[in-house]
């Protein structure tokens, strides 16, 4: 193992010392991310192309080729972005668009209620805006209507007067919805990236890189990232018939990246290819605050820094998806499109409440469902599923429930909200190596739920009271073999050995290079090896925060979310200032006008063990 930054681990048994580690708080093996067998690679890399040590071996670690190294770098869309006519059904919808646009028809868009929906809408609603036109738009209500299409709001839509129905984010499986729009005489185009079975719904087009005939490459993409490409299309055939040559300027589609950076960071899709270009360059134009509800968003929320992809996904993402979760669907698309500055500081401010009044509830459902799984582990520890369910929770939050029992009980979640009708909707979170979406499939295969699916890491279902005992078991006897595997090969990969004193601001501009980070392309983590925690103390009710300090004096903050209860939390404090090895991810901070780095604690493991 070679210590990364400068000064490196004093001596060989430090440096190496987190690798012995077996058994954490978190009950996890620490490995190294870069294979020995990469070694050479990463030396290579860093000599031949003039790379500081530390950036060449993360790339190494994620794969990188030399190769693709410039691309990777500095990330452009004229490098990354493919033909959007290679998607199938694109060039159709580009020129059903066109047409509507050049005809000025009444169009409708129907987006999911999530941030990756709003901020397609909003792509197709500022690219109107520059035609000097708009469309009506429909959000669904999470908690009434559920996810994507239905009958009822087709036929408003085009009661409404649409000819163009547009879908977002959603369409791919709404047969009914989608055929009833074509009965009243409505087109329609569906632009998504969820998972597509072979039959198709009944529509003008559907433009989907993960329909099963696509052969485009770009399944990785949110669906602002297919909204995109559609955008390009439309641009290109409207230009190539010289619609640009008289009184209407073409839309500078770059300025639109800022949304798509947002929604392709909030649907955690993998950043690799064009969605790294798409973040890379989105930020830049964020960085401008040229969306007035983005920098007005931003100001509500007291984000003073240049936006990275942390801020997208921590604090302005969970903003906008408040109202979809606690009932007010419609407001980060309001948002996202607004011209008015009063208006958009009016929803900012109604968003940042109902993201408390979202963060209050939670917390008080989290709780209870916590309470439930101890209970249950206490009486049955080697259970492989964590259950928790209530009359009447907020079916919005269930996921952030279940999500919040995998974090703390490493171990596939199902939070379940009752209705007085005894009926239950579900939502099921999962970890690495399990496939909870296929149990779930399972389940509703064997008929014991009204309806359901999903991914492996995430799913949704819906199921009748007395079927709850038999479900419950199907899970867990269809998961057992997979968790116990799980458990047996968790471990935490670790990208390098640091000293306190190589966290620098030129250690983070280092690492800035390899970036943006996200799912595909995660977060540099170092280990700390036998770093003293000092004046621990719980923050906030559930942090754990505390100072590092190593064996030359160096001392440097860190910080433990979530962990107050927790085995990592009270490892911490009770450490009384003993060597701990500490574990995390290195993240600027702006405290009082002034800038540093702090330890984003995940995992701690006593040397004494």
Not at 343 to 356: F, P, Q, V, Y
């Given at each position: 193992m070679t210590a990364l930054g400068s000064p490196i681990i004093d001596t060989e048994d430090r440096q190496t010392a987190f690798l012995r580690v077996e058994s954490s708080a978190r009950r996890l093996r620490w490995v190294e991310r870069l294979a020995p067998s990469h070694e050479n690679l990463a030396i290579s890399m860093a000599q031949e192309h003039g790379l500081p040590e530390i950036l060449a071996r993360v790339l190494t670690a994620r794969g990188m080729a030399q190769e693709t190294l410039a691309d990777y770098l500095n990330p452009t869309l004229k490098a990354l972005m493919p033909d959007p006519s290679t998607l199938q059904g694109m060039d159709v919808a580009a020129e059903r668009f066109a047409s509507s646009i050049r005809k000025k028809e009444p169009i409708a868009i129907f987006g999911d209620y999530d941030v990756?929906?709003?901020?397609?809408?909003?792509?197709?609603?500022r690219f109107l805006f520059a035609h000097g036109l708009d469309a009506q738009f429909y959000i669904p209500d999470r908690t009434l209507e559920g996810y994507g299409p239905s009958i009822t709001a087709f036929e408003q839509l085009v009661s409404d007067g649409a000819k163009l129905i547009i879908t977002v984010d959603c369409g791919t499986m709404a047969y009914e919805p989608l055929a009833r729009g074509r009965v009243l005489g409505a087109d329609i185009i569906v632009l998504d990236h969820h998972q597509a079975e072979e039959q198709l719904p009944e529509a003008s087009a559907v433009v989907n890189p993960n329909r099963m005939d696509d052969i485009s490459g770009q399944g990785h993409l949110a669906a602002a990232g297919v909204v995109y490409l559609f955008l390009v299309a439309v641009t290109r055939l409207l230009r190539r018939e010289a619609y640009y040559a008289n009184e209407i300027s073409e839309p500078d589609l770059m300025q639109l990246l800022d949304l798509v950076a947002l929604a392709t960071i909030c649907d955690v899709v993998p950043l690799t290819g064009l969605n790294r270009a798409f973040v890379f360059r989105g930020l830049e134009v964020m960085r401008q605050r040229q969306n007035l509800g983005l920098r007005v968003l931003a100001d509500t929320a007291r984000l003073t820094s240049a936006p990275t992809p942390y801020h997208l996904g921590y604090v302005l993402g969970p903003r906008l998806n408040a109202g979809g979760r606690i009932g007010r669907s419609d407001l980060a698309t309001q948002l996202l499109t607004c011209s008015d500055e009063?208006?958009?500081?009016?929803?900012?401010?109604?968003?940042?409440?109902?993201?408390?009044?979202r963060r209050a509830?939670?917390?008080t459902l989290q709780e209870e469902a916590l309470s439930q799984v101890d209970a249950a582990f206490q009486s049955r520890?080697?259970?492989a599923l964590a259950i928790a369910q209530g009359d009447e929770w907020h079916k919005g939050l269930i996921g952030l429930v279940a999500a919040r029992l995998t974090e703390r009980f490493a171990t596939p979640s199902l939070a379940i909200s009752w209705d007085k009708e005894g009926q239950g909707s579900g939502s099921a979170r999962s970890i690495q190596g399990v496939d909870i979406g296929a149990a779930i499939r399972s389940a509703v295969g064997a008929g014991l739920l009204l309806r359901g699916g999903g991914h492996a890491m995430a799913a949704?279902?819906?199921?009748?009271?007395?079927?709850?005992?038999?479900?419950?078991?199907?899970?867990?006897?269809?998961?057992?073999?997979s968790v116990m595997q799980a458990s047996t090969d968790a471990h935490l990969k670790i990208d390098g050995a640091l000293m306190a004193s190589s966290a620098t601001m030129d250690l983070m501009a280092q690492l800035d290079k390899a970036g943006p980070y996200g799912a595909g392309n995660p977060q540099p983590r170092f280990a700390f090896p036998a770093h003293r925690c000092k004046f621990a103390k719980i923050v906030g009710e559930r942090h754990v925060r505390c100072s590092l300090i190593a064996s030359d004096g160096a001392r440097m903050d860190a910080i433990a979310f979530n962990t107050a209860e927790t085995d990592v939390g009270k490892l911490l404090i009770e450490s009384r200032g003993l060597p701990l090895h500490v574990a995390g991810h290195l993240r600027r901070s702006d405290w009082g006008g002034r800038q540093k780095i702090e330890l984003h604690i995940e995992d701690v493991a006593n040397p004494r063990i």
């Open positions: 990756d929906g709003a901020a397609s809408v909003a792509l197709i609603r009063p208006r958009a500081i009016e929803i900012a401010t109604t968003l940042d409440h109902l993201n408390s009044e509830l939670q917390s520890p080697d259970a949704g279902f819906t199921l009748a009271k007395e079927n709850a005992g038999a479900f419950f078991n199907h899970v867990e006897e269809t998961l057992l073999a």
